[in-house]
Antibody
Framework: VQLQESGPGLVRPSETLSLTCNVSGDSVKSAFNYWSWIRQSPTKGLEWIGYIFYTGTTNYNPSLKSRVTISVDPSKNQFSLKLSSVTAADTAVYYC?????????????WGQGTLVSVSS | DIQMTQSPLSLSASIGDRVTITCRASQHINSYLNWYQQKPGKAPRLLIYEASTLQSGVPSRFSGSGSGTDFTLTLSSLQPEDFATYYCQQSDRTPWTFGQGTKVEIK
């Protein structure tokens, strides 16, 4: 399986960050996987943003829940992240990842990551 | 949120050394603990899940143990390609959280 993030590398403060993760080698409609976004910054380290199941069921980090939307498009085999009202604190490398849902959950495949900077 | 605390945060070791990294959870998380390796400029890579199960393709020199709140990642004989940062992550309950990372450097 391969995952590839895409989207703008620069976002203005107060605007909405939008990223897409294209999945190949697996289907986002898999009954055994969820699809997740994680970000990494020097100040916060690795931070889980949320995940989605192909049915549209989502689970978000409460610290970001009011600003986050994760959606899935099975017809394009991709899923997306929107983060609204961004500030400099949202500057990070954003990763998409596949979540293996077995007895427990683990992030078994990751995209290469994309750096998003928030600046005017 | 469940806090994950790793120690040490960095260590220096030589090729062939045995290396142990610990991870402590602020609450009981059963065996729902995963370990990742990250090299500079790369995404994290899953090494171990469910505290002790080796991910496919990961060398057997990596091993994990523990349950409850205390966990360990062990590298039995450090190889040149093992110099990296290692993270633990709990998936017992959301929000999933990561440790701060342990950087393994060459002595």
């Amino acid at each position: 399986v391969q995952l590839q993030e895409s989207g703008p590398g620069l976002v203005r403060p107060s605007e909405t960050l939008s990223l897409t993760c294209n999945v190949s080698g697996d289907s986002v409609k898999s009954a055994f996987n969820y699809w997740s976004w994680i970000r990494q910054s020097p100040t916060k380290g690795l931070e889980w943003i949320g995940y989605i199941f192909y049915t549209g069921t989502t689970n978000y980090n409460p610290s970001l829940k009011s600003r986050v939307t994760i959606s899935v498009d099975p017809s394009k085999n991709q899923f997306s992240l929107k983060l609204s009202s961004v500030t400099a604190a949202d500057t990070a490398v954003y990763y998409c990842a596949r979540v293996a849902a077995r007895l427990q959950y683990y992030l078994d495949s990751w995209g290469q990551g994309t750096l998003v900077s928030v600046s005017s | 949120d469940i806090q994950m605390t790793q120690s040490p945060l960095s260590l220096s070791a030589s090729i062939g050394d045995r290396v142990t990294i610990t991870c402590r959870a602020s609450q009981h998380i059963n065996s729902y603990l995963n370990w990742y390796q990250q090299k500079p400029g790369k995404a994290p890579r899953l090494l171990i899940y469910e505290a002790s199960t080796l991910q496919s393709g990961v060398p057997s020199r990596f091993s994990g143990s523990g349950s409850g709140t205390d966990f360990t990642l062990t590298l039995s004989s450090l190889q040149p390609e093992d110099f990296a940062t290692y993270y633990c992550q709990q998936s017992d309950r959301t929000p999933w959280t990561f440790g701060q990372g342990t950087k393994v450097e060459i002595k």
